[in-house]
């Protein structure tokens, strides 16, 4: 905001004074810090305490009308029957599946009849159809009816269907991993539900379970009964198939008559080999005294009876005492012819011994030969009769091997019957409860207080967060620092906003607001400031859009001026919505539009009001042509050949192209921007809109400014509402 000292003269050269934006206060922003975040609450404080409310007192209703919650703990560990362990590997766990047994406990018929057994089924927190409707439920109820052709049947009282997913949604049961203890949990409103729900938990648990074991053990022991009648049946068949082979085969099973068998073929086989040396012999004494042509000669290299060996002494004893007698006598000698003939005589003799033993060897190999046959005959039946009977004796063994296979299955089947009979008398599982659950003494969570403090800092933290985020997508103008880069703009002050009783007065009361006057004072400095140091003749005050206060700025400074004695035409240019004629209240039958349609005469439609004010009103809207396309024009020559000042309160520049004309025609344009509400893109297209060689240059001034929000912004321009001035200018908040 420009402040000048100068007195209001109309014609007071003070072109030195000139305003140059080049010499404008640098843009402060907001920069994220703590005063900068203190700031931002306190002027989105209304805003956050709003919605601090909105989302607390719903939180709090249903904090406030929640029953308090107990939870009861029970923790334990499921073993399997000692008994079934007993006997078996030490290393093997006697620890049932954790997990198994876990989701065992969630079953459904455990679940029916904890449901059935504790009545909760009678009791609204877990019976939907016992709970009274909602007013928001009553409605959806309504709602779907009138859509919905069927009509909709009140829930069952006795059906336990809903009350069975209430049951899960407040049973916990779970097991941690690495650890064999089962831990289960519920919570209810009433402490001793909470506790004895766990507890019959455990003990249906163990009946489902003795049942279920006692119904599998007797399904399998009915299935292992078939078994053994089946299998008897074919041990049976084993046996008797086994016993009939043997008689029908006539099989020797006793070890005495197959030791026999085998002694009698080894003796047989022993004879075989004696008569195959004996056949040997034979045949080399007769190949030997064959292939001699010597008896005697070929006799003496074999043995031979003791006839012919006493003959071959004889005979060497003779052929001895002939040497003896050669070597006496000569060979002529009696004695040695006589010896010579004994010789002769035992040498025929032994020839003849020789060749009767090699008939007599002949016969033995025959004999020899004959027999030999006979033992081979023997040996091959024996040899047949041994191979015949291990081929019966293997195919019997099989049999009997398939009779004790059938058998061991058999002992097998009656093991297994005598282990299902005992386990039939053992329990389904032993528990050891670690921890049962007791009676909640104190409600589950903080308490309400706690609840409530959360909900308010959380509501706050929302509508702080809103507040941050609403500030961040605020695009409209609050200060001269965001649209200081703005070119052919000038800057012409703040004017606070009026409240609603000084706003309604016909503003020509004695109604002193000091701050809004002198807002006015400056807007009037800065026209001067912009128009070389003197009041310009004609001044447009327009907006971007409608509900911006150009309507307000301009009859505001039409009093100033007129206060300050200087000659002033205030003229309602907005010719389809002008509104001034309200507060002038000037009686007058036509206006503006009558005379630029030509329907009146320029000395019909201006009012002279007590406080100096010429006011010429907008008239009634016509769609006629005008006649009149310099009326304006003309208004302004009258006004400055009288020495006024006119002022024309326009329509806004983006809704109408009059006022793009009236800007060219004017000697000033005052464009009006409301505070925190027009955008920063709306001012930069009006303002390119009004672009024209006589207005180089627009000034602009921020209306309906909040004095107070407008102190919590770190603008350069924001020290014009502190508090200091706030006490000097007596602003009450």
Not at 504 to 521: C, G, L, Q, Y
């Given at each position: 905001m420009t402040i000048s000292t100068l007195p209001p003269e109309r014609n007071l050269p003070i072109s030195p004074m000139r305003y140059d934006p080049r010499f404008q206060v640098e843009t402060k922003a907001d920069n994220f810090d703590l005063a900068s975040v203190f700031r931002l609450v306190r002027r989105r404080m209304i805003m956050i305490t709003a919605v601090t409310v909105m989302l607390t007192v719903p939180a709090a209703i249903m904090i406030v009308g929640s029953k308090p919650t107990y939870q009861a703990w029970a923790r334990l560990i499921v073993h399997q029957p000692l008994a079934t362990s007993l006997g078996a590997d030490t290393s093997h766990s006697d620890l049932l599946d954790a997990k198994s047994e876990t989701e065992r406990l969630q079953s459904r018929s455990i679940a029916e009849r904890v449901v059935r057994e504790l009545r909760l089924d009678v009791r609204p927190e877990f019976n939907p159809a016992l709970r009274k409707l909602s007013l928001i439920?009553?409605?959806?109820?309504?709602?779907?009816?009138?859509?919905?052709?069927?009509?909709?049947?009140?829930?069952?009282?006795?059906?336990?269907?809903?009350?069975?997913?209430?049951?899960?949604?407040?049973?916990?049961?779970?097991?941690?991993?690495?650890?064999?203890?089962?831990?289960?949990?519920?919570?209810?409103?009433?402490p001793e539900l909470a506790a004895a729900v766990p507890n019959r938990l455990i003990s249906i648990y163990l009946d489902e379970r003795k049942y279920s074991s006692s119904g599998r053990l007797d399904s399998?022991?009915?299935?292992?009964?078939?078994?053994?009648?089946?299998?008897?049946?074919?041990?049976?068949?084993?046996?008797?198939?086994?016993?009939?082979?043997?008689?029908?085969?006539?099989?020797?099973?006793?070890?005495?008559?197959?030791?026999?068998?085998?002694?009698?073929?080894?003796?047989?086989?022993?004879?075989?080999?004696?008569?195959?040396?004996?056949?040997?012999?034979?045949?080399?004494?007769?190949?030997?005294?064959?292939?001699?042509?010597?008896?005697?000669?070929?006799?003496e290299n074999i043995a031979v009876p003791d006839n012919i060996a006493t003959k071959q002494r004889d005979l060497r004893a003779q052929e001895q005492d002939l040497a003896?007698?050669?070597?006496?006598?000569?060979?002529?000698?009696?004695?040695?012819?006589?010896?010579?003939?004994?010789?002769?005589?035992?040498?025929?003799?032994?020839?003849?011994?020789?060749?009767?033993?090699?008939?007599?060897?002949?016969?033995?190999?025959?004999?020899?030969?004959?027999?030999?046959?006979?033992?081979?005959?023997?040996l091959a039946e024996a040899h047949e009769k041994r191979t015949r009977d291990a081929m019966v004796q293997t195919e019997l063994t099989r049999l009997q091997r398939i009779a004790e296979n059938e058998q061991t299955a058999l002992d097998k089947l009656e093991d297994q019957r005598r282990d299902l009979a005992a386990k039939a008398m053992l329990p389904g599982a032993e528990l050891e409860v670690l921890s049962p659950a007791s009676v909640p003494l104190t409600p589950q969570g903080r308490g309400r207080l706690f609840y409530l403090v959360g909900a308010l800092l959380a509501a706050i933290s929302a509508a702080v967060t809103a507040a941050f985020v609403i500030e961040m997508w605020d695009r409209t103008?609050?200060?001269?620092?965001?649209?200081?880069?703005?070119?052919?703009?000038?800057?012409?002050?703040?004017?606070?906003?009026?409240?609603?009783?000084?706003?309604?007065?016909?503003?020509?009361?004695?109604?002193?607001?000091?701050?809004?006057?002198?807002?006015?004072?400056?807007?009037?400095?800065?026209?001067?400031?912009?128009?070389?140091?003197?009041?310009?003749?004609?001044?447009?005050?327009?907006s971007a859009h409608s509900g911006e206060g150009k309507s307000l700025v301009a009859r505001s400074l039409a009093i100033e001026l007129a206060a300050?004695?200087?000659?002033?035409?205030?003229?309602?240019?907005?010719?389809?919505?002008?509104?001034?004629?309200?507060?002038?209240?000037?009686?007058?039958?036509?206006?503006?539009?009558?005379?630029?349609?030509?329907?009146?005469?320029?000395?019909?439609?201006?009012?002279?009001?007590?406080?100096?004010?010429?006011?010429?009103?907008?008239?009634?809207?016509?769609?006629?042509?005008?006649?009149?396309?310099?009326?304006?024009?003309?208004?302004?020559?009258?006004?400055?050949?009288?020495?006024?000042?006119?002022?024309?309160?326009?329509?806004?520049?983006l809704a109408s192209t009059d006022t793009v004309?009236?800007?060219?025609?004017?000697?000033?344009?005052?464009?009006?921007?409301?505070?925190?509400?027009?955008?920063?893109?709306?001012?930069?297209?009006?303002?390119?809109?009004?672009?024209?060689?006589?207005?180089?240059?627009?000034?602009?001034?921020?209306?309906?400014?909040?004095?107070?929000?407008?102190?919590?912004?770190?603008?350069?321009?924001?020290?014009?509402?502190?508090?200091?001035?706030?006490?000097?200018?007596?602003?009450?908040?």
């Open positions: 439920d009553r409605i959806r109820t309504k709602l779907r009816g009138l859509f919905d052709s069927e009509k909709p049947t009140s829930p069952d009282q006795h059906n336990i269907e809903p009350v069975i997913p209430e049951y899960y949604r407040a049973l916990g049961v779970w097991n941690e991993d690495k650890s064999d203890v089962i831990q289960i949990s519920f919570t209810a409103t009433d399998a022991q009915e299935w292992i009964r078939r078994r053994i009648t089946e299998q008897q049946v074919r041990a049976d068949i084993a046996r008797e198939a086994a016993r009939n082979y043997q008689e029908s085969m006539d099989v020797v099973s006793r070890e005495d008559a197959q030791e026999e068998r085998i002694k009698s073929i080894i003796e047989v086989t022993g004879r075989e080999g004696k008569i195959e040396e004996s056949r040997l012999e034979v045949k080399a004494t007769i190949s030997t005294l064959e292939g001699s042509d010597n008896a005697s000669v070929a006799a003896r007698l050669l070597q006496t006598y000569d060979g002529n000698a009696e004695a040695v012819v006589d010896m010579r003939g004994k010789i002769q005589e035992s040498r025929a003799d032994l020839d003849l011994a020789t060749k009767q033993y090699l008939q007599t060897m002949r016969a033995k190999l025959g004999a020899l030969d004959h027999e030999a046959k006979a033992i081979q005959s023997i103008v609050r200060s001269f620092d965001q649209i200081a880069g703005m070119a052919r703009m000038i800057p012409a002050g703040l004017i606070p906003s009026l409240s609603r009783w000084e706003n309604s007065k016909t503003m020509f009361e004695h109604m002193p607001v000091p701050m809004f006057d002198e807002a006015i004072r400056s807007v009037v400095l800065s026209l001067k400031q912009s128009n070389g140091g003197k009041l310009p003749n004609s001044i447009v005050v327009t300050a004695a200087i000659p002033v035409l205030l003229v309602d240019g907005d010719l389809r919505r002008g509104k001034l004629n309200s507060f002038f209240r000037s009686g007058l039958v036509h206006g503006l539009n009558e005379f630029l349609t030509g329907q009146a005469d320029i000395r019909d439609i201006i009012y002279r009001h007590p406080s100096g004010i010429d006011f010429i009103p907008s008239g009634k809207f016509s769609l006629q042509r005008r006649t009149r396309s310099n009326g304006l024009a003309e208004i302004i020559e009258m006004a400055g050949a009288a020495g006024q000042i006119v002022i024309f309160d326009s329509a806004p520049v004309h009236l800007t060219a025609l004017a000697e000033r344009t005052l464009a009006v921007v409301r505070w925190g509400k027009t955008s920063r893109r709306a001012v930069e297209f009006s303002l390119q809109q009004m672009k024209s060689s006589r207005n180089s240059e627009i000034v602009v001034a921020i209306n309906n400014v909040n004095p107070k929000g407008h102190a919590l912004y770190n603008f350069s321009d924001s020290e014009l509402f502190s508090k200091s001035l706030m006490k000097y200018y007596r602003f009450k908040a």
